[in-house]
């Protein structure tokens, strides 16, 4: 069965979004910036989530015989993979920045390049989804632009932090700026991983015209 352009578009999103947690883990080897730690735990979960969405979104399509009550779980298990893993990677963060040390940061190059990269593909995405979304409404294109456009203002709050460290080595202003970049990309996640999962208990309690609970 020819694929759909969401399924297309899950599809490159999962394959783009592999290598960050590799690459950036790398980076962890040489470095030692907290905000480069939370970007690594942000991009796993992330990851975890897309293929998730991305299999739920492959079954609901090629599955012709499934029931209404059957797609509405199916999608809201995909929202709430989503939801949950953006809530847990904010919280991840939180500890990070709590617990981490100041001083020399290492070489944060390779985060820095990804968190670049970051802000153009899922930009991109985010862009993308929208607009898949706008033309066939759909639960789990729609949590996916949600997602994106999260991933894509993490990515510059993760860039500015990361050079701040490159620009100014061993400052305070850099360490300051580090654990900062960690508390906001976090308090940024954790709030919007919330709206996802209140979105989900909303639309699962919507009472459609015939009467019947979804």
């Known amino acids: 069965m020819k694929k759909t352009p969401g399924e297309r578009t899950l599809l490159m999103s999962v394959l783009l979004s592999a290598p960050g947690p590799l690459v950036v883990g790398f980076g962890l080897l040489v470095g030692k910036s907290s905000t480069q730690l939370a970007d690594f735990i942000r991009r796993t979960a992330e990851l975890a989530a897309l293929i998730v969405s991305w299999l739920v979104f492959r079954v609901l399509h090629r599955g012709e015989g499934e029931a209404p009550r059957q797609k509405d779980t199916l999608e809201r298990y995909a929202t709430l993979g989503v939801g949950l893993s953006t809530c847990l990677s904010g919280a991840a963060m939180v500890l990070v920045a ?5 001083g020399d940061k290492g070489n944060v190059i ?23 979304n706008r033309e066939t409404p759909n639960a789990i294109l729609a949590v996916q632009s949600r997602l994106y456009r999260a991933k894509s203002l993490v990515d ?51 009472v459609p015209p015939d009467g019947r609970r979804q």
């Open 98 to 102: 709590i617990l981490s040390n100041s």
């Open 110 to 132: 390779p985060g820095l390049v990804i968190g670049v990269l970051g802000v153009i593909t899922n930009t991109w995405f985010w862009y993308r989804y929208t607009r898949l």
């Open 156 to 206: 510059l709050c993760v860039t500015a932090a990361l050079m701040s460290i490159l620009l100014f080595p061993g400052s305070p202003v850099a360490d300051r700026m580090d654990t900062v970049g960690s508390l906001v990309v976090a308090l940024y996640l954790i709030i919007n991983g919330v709206n996802i999962l209140m979105n989900k208990e909303k639309r699962s309690g919507v």
